[in-house]
């Protein structure tokens, strides 16, 4: 009798008890998931919320990675240009890339970059120039992005064209500024849009 009085005084306090154990245990795991809801926000917003503009020159409001991929299809772009490598100069392109060239008069030509007549007149022309012992190197400078954003790019290039002739002479043939527009397909950066403008005409005309 003694025992189950003793019962019936205490077993309101352990029932309380784990009562309360219960409520820190579920306060516990409402704390944990309203953090990993944030957490996944933050995640979220990092990953798509990129945007640069000309406007934003000196801002860090754009993502590392992709900057730093854009340059390497712009340097390559020179790299393959000038080694004869015209496989891994087309590899560069989106398959409908478009190309436009404004001469020093003005006069704009447009094509399609992968086009038959446009790979055609690039192997011609890197033949024409291994024939005549002409090598050509693209000294990219100024990179001037317009707009950046998780899958678009647009920016304005700076470069000066040198050529050797017959391993004698290198002359300075003529300062270009290109205009590019990218697109990220699968992760990988491709060119779209390539626009040559000349300060001064060819050796050899494009």
Known sequence: ????????????????????????????????AEQLAKDLRVEKSSQNDYFFSSSDIGSTSFNTADRIAIKDVIDAYGFYWDSNNLEGYLSLFSDSAKGVTVDANGNVDQYYIKSDLQVNNGKKRMQYFIENQMQRRHIMANSFFIELTNNYAHLRQYMILLTTNNKKKTEILTPINYVFKLMKFNDTWKIVYREINLDKPLDLSL
């Open 1 to 32: 009798m003694k025992n189950f009085l003793l019962f019936l005084l205490f077993s309101p306090i352990i029932l309380y008890g784990q009562d309360e154990k219960k409520r820190n245990g579920l306060k516990k795991l409402i704390q944990q």
